[in-house]
Nanobody, 122 residues
Framework: QVQLVESGGSLVHPGGSLRLSCASS????????MGWYRQAPTNERELVAV???????FYADSVKGRFTISRDIAKNTFYLQMDSLKTEDTAVYYC????????????????WGQGTPVTVSS
């Protein structure tokens, strides 16, 4: 089973920046898609950003222009650069990878890692 480890979450002030990392135990070069997700208390897990095998990116409307997904295939790691953070970005952030082409919506995955908490507060 693929192991994914998220890191980089922290407490940050509004307007600040963070970079999250997701390290995979399997080569991400063979992935159909890789994505970042988040879940705030009392909310369902939502898709934040995704990158397809071909490098296309998609973002939730709430983070467009502020968040950037990127990857380093040599390191089997992908990232989420988060700028201009807002209090509503507070959540536990998770990553996941679609290796089989089954989709990248949150409901397409059976297992998740521990996530990394992001708190945006003054």
């Amino acid at each position: 089973q693929v192991q994914l480890v998220e890191s980089g979450g922290s407490l940050v002030h509004p307007g600040g920046s963070l970079r999250l990392s997701c390290a995979s135990s399997r080569s991400i070069g063979s992935a159909e898609a890789m994505g970042w997700y988040r879940q705030a208390p009392t909310n369902e897990r939502e898709l934040v950003a995704v990158m397809t095998r071909g490098g296309r990116t998609f973002y939730a409307d709430s983070v467009k222009g502020r968040f950037t997904i990127s990857r380093d295939i040599a390191k089997n790691t992908f990232y989420l650069q988060m700028d201009s953070l807002k209090t509503e970005d507070t959540a536990v952030y998770y990553c996941n990878v679609d290796y089989r082409g089954w989709g990248y919506q949150p409901t397409d995955f059976d297992s998740w890692g521990q996530g990394t908490p992001v708190t945006v507060s003054s």
